[in-house]
């Protein structure tokens, strides 16, 4: 059936339909006819017929024209401007001019104070309107137009002369006018509280006026038509906040009507019954009267479904056609939101792809809240079956976008996307294929927890849940043994990631109980069937899903690189029943985990990659249990495996998962520390033994065979794993191992993989004994005596720096900057006075050797992208990058905390640029760190590191410098740098002045080459200088300016004056106060400078002129050598400067 049309819509824009977007029709033209008129049925699909061919006149030229109540049809009219309405005659003290307060007076607006201040329940601030509007209309329905013209910001009220004598299109270009657009703020653009609250009041409000009045004034025809067309008339202003608010309050008025037409419908079907069920009887028993009663009902009932549908078809027509695509984005998301409610509340007339076009198109919106409006839409209608149901040909249309949005750039859309899809898998099963499902699997790897988490019901749903199978019936354990074998499958088969504990951490939320059965998962890692036991590949990842679930359950925390959602600071700390929640996790896992971990370490000893997870899972233990169970017999166990595993395996991983479970055994708050305690010295003596045998059948042989030189770095490499976490000082390690890196030093023979844990084990060596010293009273053979390890050791590791292998280059170089930093200036602080002839500072030589070797090692090696992408091994590539990086950061530890001179960050800073890629975050860190120690020195070495580029490039390329890509790289880097002046301006601008006025120093600096005419060599700088200038303040440009013209006149040579310098012109331009020119921010008045306080900051100690406050309005002048005032400095500041001028 054609969806039927009313006249309503005539009051509504022409051009509505054809800006609705592709296939929609165009709206009646605006006409004379009563707004009731029309055929009763549905609001009309977007897709309606054009109804006339009118299409001019704007969305609010029209009001309505009043007629009697269900009147008799009026023929259209297609004038496209019709008279204001007119009102049924009243006494004359009703029709007298009334300026009620409220009226004439926005800041005493009843309805908008009452919702403002929020003490009084909406419904009764509604009520005591509907009073006022009951005994006069027209006031009534003013007030409530001023309130929403007041919740728009603007302070004009609309008159009853206003309202009697003009049409919409004037009234509202009145109120534009008074519109104060002195800032771009309203009351729904703010975002503090109150307003919030106010915006909550505001929509509720007109939801309540309608609820309130759909019985009776709803259909008074006077309310609806008034405030649909002003509403209409305001959506179409160009003034934003009219735009905004009016749309809120239209698509809030549009909801309201859609539960009223709603609640209409109910009472016609129930109306429906009825008269069948009273027809239904015999003629005896049937009552005439009921069935005339019930058919007058239902004619009732039929026009109130009419003038509630014709309602809606205006405002969707005049509204929302033309707002779903407003340039404001927060006005589209409005839009969307609104509309997926009328599909939810009223699925039978908006549940049809003419409405679900518009939320297509939006899904391609560029803006977040639009995109997470529309899914959020989606996600009310693919929640139900029966909605789902009439999606076939939307789904269809839109699967592919919405499956790409996965990816979507913002996470929290992305989220609301899988979710989406996972409530499509639920109820429209055929819809997705196998490659769509593969497009989410993924995501469960991704850093976003919330992202990850939807992304982990997704998969359950679709792969791991065991009773997806309709009718399947399996008992507990086999439920999660079949649970476990599919997780295995996904994890093994996809070849997506091999973090397990990422995928763990993804599926915990819907999948928790299942990941924590350890009892099932201890079953199946101990199965030895061949028919039902696991493959090495099935046994290697769910040893690894074990370890991960257990270290989840034992910490509540999700794993490294993957942070919870964003929470306020105060909720940082686990809450107590999150804590005891813990408590009990960890409770129950040791009792079901303490039998089992012996037998599954024997089993695995041998495979490192499956004995290093299982290590970790002991730490997650509440050990104390050992004891307070009477589970001792399992620590004995437990503990001869770790022996075991420690003399077994010489792997770094192992070892340090060895290690830690060690140290956790040996706390000296367990009953049980004592058997650890054992088992640790019982591990060292072993290793030392055999270490000191080594070194000296290896100081003694002139030459050692390969299983040799494997055996003695196997012992040293678990010293010194062990030496990380363990104190193994009482065996006398640091002797040895220091004739070791001796023999290394003066021969060179010593193999580097026994060099480099023996530098390991020296660094961990001298750590320990500055642990031991007291804070105070130490005896001074101590000091002396660790004072001398320390520089012995930093001598041996500063001749390692430039060993021949790069292992021993780079832990050498590791060491020191460690032990630097231990030994720093800071040692002595907070109490530790005596400690203070330990303090360890670097000379001229270890500090220039420092920094020689990260230009060698660190900017040297790093490569490209596209290098990078190519290299056949791209893990390999990674590493070393890693291990670059940490080099670099040990580097600028040493300049953060004051143990290199800042002036060394140069080396650092000037590859900033360059290097960005791979080093970007650290460097910037140290620039900003080294900025807030010392703002003066840290200008000085960004000037530093302009000057040393500058210096390299004229040696490499002679003086024709300036087309070289060399030269913009520099001027790109110094503007980089001018963009740390920006904050804190007057903070800064000392500092940026001494840059300008060194720079200018070191442009001229150097003679001009031979010829006649020829610039200065360092000339060129002044093109990167000219960098700065945007961020200096304009008096401070003209004192520059002055400056320089005083340094170009104090060289030897001169300036051309026909075709002057191009650098010098470029620097010269860069400092006119131009308008435009410098930064003009507005500085609080407390900030401000005072004359005195500007005067400091241009003496001579910056600029070497002397500039002084001639009197207390006059100008500035510059002061001779006999103290007489010169001429002005430059002419575009000839008058008084105020502080405001800066």
């Not at 104070?113 to 009073?131: C, F, M, N, Q, Y």
């Not at 088992?679 to 033994?689: E, G, N, P, Y």
């Not at 660190?858 to 596209?866: K, L, M, P």
Request: a negative charge.
């Amino acid at each position: 059936m054609p969806p039927r049309r009313s006249a309503r819509i005539q009051a509504i824009s022409s051009s509505s339909g054809s800006s609705a977007g592709p296939g929609t029709g165009s709206s009646p033209a605006l006409g004379s006819a009563g707004v009731r008129s029309g055929s009763p049925g549905s609001p009309p699909a977007p897709d309606s017929p054009d109804l006339s061919s009118g299409d001019s006149g704007s969305d609010f030229e029209d009001t309505l024209r009043l007629r009697s109540k269900r009147g008799p049809q009026r023929a259209l009219s297609h004038s496209p401007v019709r008279p204001a309405p007119t009102f049924q005659p009243r006494s004359p003290e009703t029709s007298r001019d009334r300026s009620s307060p409220a009226a004439s007076n926005p800041e005493q607006n009843t309805l908008f104070e009452a919702i403002r201040s929020a003490k009084t329940a909406v419904e009764t601030v509604v009520d005591d309107w509907l009073e006022t509007y009951k005994q006069d209309r027209e006031m009534g329905f003013l007030e409530l137009v001023n309130f929403i013209i007041r919740s728009c910001g603007c302070r004009g009220v609309v008159t009853p002369k206003m309202f009697r004598d003009l049409q919409n299109s004037e009234i509202i270009q009145q109120l534009t006018e008074k519109f104060e657009e002195d800032s771009a703020e309203y009351p729904l653009s703010l975002g503090t509280q109150p307003w919030r609250r106010f915006r909550a009041g505001f929509c509720e409000l007109v939801a309540v006026v309608v609820r309130r009045c759909q019985y009776s004034v709803v259909y008074d025809e006077f309310l609806m038509d008034a405030l649909i067309s002003l509403l209409t008339g305001l959506s179409d202003s160009q003034v934003r906040a009219f735009r905004h608010t009016s749309t809120l309050a239209a698509m809030k008025l549009m909801t309201a009507l859609v539960n009223v037409a709603l609640g209409v419908s109910l009472h016609q079907e129930n109306n429906q019954r009825q008269y069948e069920a009273e027809r239904s009887k015999g003629p005896g028993r049937r009552a005439t009267d009921k069935l005339e009663a019930l058919l007058e009902k239902r004619r009732e009932l039929r026009e109130q479904q009419e003038e509630i549908e014709n309602m809606m078809n205006a405002i969707f027509k005049g509204v929302f056609v033309h707002r779903y695509r407003d340039v404001v984005p927060e006005i589209r998301a409005i839009c969307m939101e609104e509309l997926g409610t009328w599909m939810r509340s009223y699925a039978a007339s908006f549940l049809t792809d003419g409405y679900l076009k518009y939320i297509g198109w939006n899904l391609h919106d560029k803006q977040r809240e639009v995109r997470l409006q529309c899914v959020k839409a989606l996600q009310g209608l693919y929640c139900h079956r029966d909605t789902a149901a009439h999606m076939e040909l939307f789904t269809s249309r839109f699967k592919t976008r919405m499956v790409s949005m996965v990816l979507d750039k913002e996470p929290d859309v992305a989220v609301e996307v899988v979710k989406l899809l996972t409530l499509m898998l639920e109820n429209m099963e055929e819809a997705l294929t196998e490659e769509d499902c593969q497009s989410v699997y993924p995501v469960v790897y991704v850093s976003s927890r919330a992202l990850a988490s939807a992304a982990g019901l997704f998969l359950y749903r679709r792969l791991l849940d065991p009773q997806r199978e309709v009718g399947r019936e399996l008992s507990h354990d086999g439920d999660n043994r079949t649970f476990f074998r599919l997780l295995l499958a996904f994890f093994i088969e996809s070849e997506l990631h091999e973090h397990a504990a990422y995928l763990v951490d993804s599926l915990w939320d819907c999948a928790g109980p299942r990941l924590r059965d350890w009892e099932t998962i201890s079953a199946l890692l101990l199965e030895e069937s061949p028919t039902e036991g696991l493959a090495d590949r099935q046994e290697k990842a769910l040893v690894e899903i074990l370890a991960a679930s257990v270290v989840q359950a034992a910490e509540g925390q999700p794993p490294v690189g993957r942070g919870p959602a964003k929470k306020p600071l105060v909720c940082l700390q686990p809450s107590a029943r999150e804590r005891k929640v813990q408590v009990e996790e960890r409770t129950r896992l040791t009792h079901c985990l303490v039998p089992a971990l012996p037998q599954l370490l024997a089993k695995f000893s041998a495979d490192a990659e499956k004995v290093a997870p299982l290590l970790e899972v002991l730490r997650c233990f509440d050990l104390s249990i050992y004891c307070t169970g009477r589970l001792e017999k399992h620590l004995e166990l437990v503990l001869g495996q770790l022996q075991e595993v420690v003399e077994k395996h010489a792997g770094q991983t192992v070892l340090e998962a060895a290690s830690r479970a060690l140290h956790a055994l040996c706390d000296p708050e367990l009953a049980l520390h004592g058997r650890g305690d054992l088992v640790r010295s019982r591990l060292a003596d072993q290793l030392a033994d055999k270490f000191h045998q080594d070194v000296t059948e290896l100081l003694q042989a002139s030459s050692l065979d390969e299983e040799e030189v494997y055996s003695m770095a196997a012992t040293l490499k678990r010293i010194s794993i062990l030496f990380n976490a363990h104190d193994l000082t009482p065996w006398q390690l640091f002797e040895p191992c220091t004739r070791l890196l001796q023999c290394a030093v003066d021969t060179g023979e010593v193999p580097p993989q026994v060099l480099v844990p023996a530098i390991t084990c020296l660094h961990f060596h001298i750590l320990w004994d500055l642990s031991r010293l007291p804070s105070t009273d130490v005896p001074q053979e101590q000091l002396q005596s660790l004072k001398t390890r320390v520089t012995s050791f930093c001598s041996l590791c500063q001749s390692c720096l430039s060993d021949v292998d790069a292992g021993v280059r780079e832990q050498a170089f590791v060491v020191l900057s460690d032990l630097l930093l231990v030994f720093g200036p800071q040692l002595p602080q907070d109490g530790r006075e005596a400690l203070a002839p330990l303090v360890l500072l670097p000379d001229a030589g270890l500090q220039s050797q420092l920094a020689a070797f990260l230009m060698d090692h660190v900017f040297h090696h790093a490569c490209s992208h596209e290098e990078l992408s190519a290299a056949e091994d791209s893990e390999s590539r990674i590493e070393e990058l890693h291990q670059r990086r940490v080099l670099l950061a040990g580097f600028c530890k040493l300049i953060i905390y004051n143990v290199l001179e800042l002036s060394a960050a140069s080396d650092v800073f000037k590859h900033y640029a360059k290097f960005y890629s791979d080093y970007g975050d650290i460097i910037k860190e140290t620039l900003n760190c080294t900025r807030q120690m010392d703002r003066q020195e840290w200008a000085r070495t960004l000037l530093l590191s302009l000057q040393q580029l500058m210096t390299e490039l004229l040696l490499q390329q002679g003086p024709e410098i300036q087309a070289a890509e060399a030269f913009l790289e520099i001027r790109d880097l110094a503007r980089r740098f001018s963009l740390l002046f920006s904050l804190h301006q007057l903070r800064n601008r000392p500092a940026l002045l001494s840059v300008h006025k060194e720079g200018i120093q070191f442009a001229f600096q150097e003679p001009p080459g031979p010829g006649p005419g020829l610039p200065p060599l360092n000339l060129p700088f002044l093109e990167v200088l000219s960098e700065f200038s945007p961020r200096l303040l304009r008096p401070d440009k003209a004192l520059l300016l002055a400056y320089l013209e005083k340094m170009c006149q104090e060289q030897r040579w001169l300036v051309p004056r026909d075709a002057p310098w191009p650098s010098l012109v470029t620097y010269r331009n860069s400092l006119q106060p131009q308008e435009e020119g410098g930064s003009q921010l507005p500085v609080p008045l407390a900030q401000r400078d005072k004359p005195g306080q500007l005067r400091d900051l241009f003496d001579s100690t910056i600029l070497g002129i002397e500039v002084s406050w001639r009197e207390r309005r006059g100008p500035w002048r510059k002061r001779d050598a006999k103290g007489e005032p010169s001429p002005p400095l430059w002419g575009s500041l000839t008058g008084p400067l105020s502080p405001q001028d800066i």
